[in-house]
């Protein structure tokens, strides 16, 4: 496994992946490239030895197309958590989660790709509450279809150094005396960033990972409430919890969603009626243990990204 595609490689995941990549012994012999949007976010990418970092439009089948030629292995990393309403799914989702992976199956078959991974999200279903999972869900059937054996990853909330949930309450704790909390009883597993990307770079040298689904839990379950009061408590400000009743949940997702980068959505209020929970035991794949929140999240929280 030489060369590798790598989608999403500037984002939260993408970093922990090149990063756990650059530390494998057999780095020396890695080419991955990383398409962005904007080359110039993600400069500081370039730094790393044998990443290559293109400015293209990955939605286009052309340059798709050329991106693909050559490559070993295709790793899609890209997804979005927020989108306008629609049926069945708002347009960003339609295009993010369904449409590119569409492209991409094309593309890779064109090319020879053989090897396929893709995160999708866990509790993905084509009954799913949300648009965002019922689209993630649509995205696995258009990869599989397609016939490309693809490795698929389902991880539950993520967290490490960087994420866009811990660090959220830990930076609102600095503004808010309290927390006004919609749906405080829903659950999570979260898994650790650089688990996750383990498990994603096991897979490349795990032929047997083919057409496998991976679901990606940490090893303990917490309620929303939980999560919540634990990163403003890590971070030096702990806070109060009032938690929304329903209608007064959907008011306070429905006016955030003005916001540009909107904390909380009316979809994501309706993710979180599935438990993004894995199981009591659940394991990584590949033997890999689990790293609990506890181990990491103090490292981070204490001082929280502006
Ligand atoms: N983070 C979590 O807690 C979590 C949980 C479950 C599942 N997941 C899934 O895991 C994957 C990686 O998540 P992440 O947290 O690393 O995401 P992220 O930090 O937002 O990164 C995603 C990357 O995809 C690219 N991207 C975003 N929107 C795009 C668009 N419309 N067109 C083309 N490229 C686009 C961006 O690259 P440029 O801006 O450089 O173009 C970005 O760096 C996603 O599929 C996500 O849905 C994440």
Redesign the pocket.
Known sequence: MRRILL????????RALLAELMRRPASAEFSITV????RE??KDLTVLPNVELVEAD??DAATLARLMVGQDAVV??????HDGEGEPYGP?FA??HVD?PRKIAVAAKAAGVDRVLH????KAAADAPSDYLRS?AAGEATLREAGLEPTIFQ?????GAG???LNLFARLARIAPFFPLASPQARFQPVWVGDVAASLADSLWHPESRSQTYALCGPRQYTLAELVAYAAAVSGRPRPIVSLPAAAAWWQARLLEFLPNPPLTRDNLRSMQVASVCGEHACLPFGRVATPLEAIAPDYLACPRQ
């Open positions: 989608l999403g490689g500037s984002g939260f995941v993408g398409p962005t949007r904007r976010r993600a990955v939605h899609n990393l890209i997804g979005i958590l960003g295009r993010v590119l995160v999708s999200a866990l993630k991880p539950t909330v993520i967290f994420d866009a949930f």
